[in-house]
């Protein structure tokens, strides 16, 4: 079954949101305080120690406003990667929840859509507080800002269902440390997130702009500087519209293997 293909999703997104209800004050309040504590000491704290003429090597913004926008895609991508690993790993195996939704109606599609729905509205309501902080901060200045959330949803979503796909391959956790430690850190740090590419090896930068974060990186810094480049959006676009693609397709089809074994 494809995914979408069944209402019967909107059951597994049900379930997901019970279990969360009694936790999103909590994580509506960690959502606000940790951009708020990452810009003000990364952004202003750092920031304050650069020299006005270094706003150029920023693309003539300062830090803080270059710095945020590559949070607020980072955040996406980090939140897919929680919530695509471990839960998912304990719904396989450790809680075998899933076992007990395929003894409804349910079809393994319908369990893959339901947990990309939910994924998707986790990652949703983060990036909407980000930006509000970015507002604050006055780092979010143009109306094009908005055009950062689905950005942010698109390359969760992205990480999300490749991510699902891999931990239907796994039997235990000790591959989401090789994920963390040689595929999540990496891409933060190497994305364009704290600094310009250009700054990095020739072949460095390569491998940077093939990753998913850096076109991310470059559409919500686009964005929310009203910035947002007409030329190469599109490219952007494409490339994470195509990492969804992939992961949609991979995700269905490795959990049922895994499933059905």
Do not use: C
Request: without cysteine.
């Amino acid at each position: 079954m494809s995914i979408g293909a069944s209402t019967l999703s909107r059951r597994v997104f049900h379930r997901n949101w019970l279990v969360y209800r009694r936790l999103w004050l909590r994580s509506i309040a960690f959502g606000f305080l940790q951009p708020a504590l990452f810009l003000s000491a990364m952004g202003i704290g750092i920031g304050s120690l650069m020299s006005a003429g270094s706003q150029q090597a920023f693309g003539g913004v300062g830090y803080l406003q270059f710095l945020g926008p590559g949070l607020l895609a980072a955040m996406a991508m980090q939140t897919a990667t929680f919530e695509s690993t471990y839960p998912i790993m304990n719904k396989i195996r450790w809680g075998r929840n899933y076992e007990a939704m395929l003894s409804t109606p349910l079809a393994v599609g319908d369990l893959v859509a339901g947990e990309l729905a939910w994924i998707g509205f986790r990652i949703l309501t983060l990036a909407t507080i980000f930006l509000v902080v970015l507002a604050l901060f006055g780092v979010a200045t143009s109306p094009l800002a908005i055009l950062a959330l689905p950005v942010a949803l698109l390359v969760g979503l992205g990480f999300s269902a490749n991510l699902i796909a891999f931990t239907a391959t796994q039997r235990n956790d000790i591959g989401f440390n090789a994920v963390f430690r040689f595929v999540i850190n990496p891409l933060f740090l190497f994305s364009g997130t704290f600094f310009p590419l250009d700054r990095l090896p020739e072949a460095v930068q390569v491998l940077a702009w093939a990753t998913p974060l850096f076109h991310a990186v470059e559409l919500v810094r686009g964005a929310t500087s009203g910035r947002l480049d007409p030329a190469t959006a599109p490219w952007h676009v494409a490339y994470l519209v195509a990492f969804f693609g992939v992961g949609a397709l991979l995700a269905p089809r490795l959990l049922r293997r895994r499933l059905t074994v």
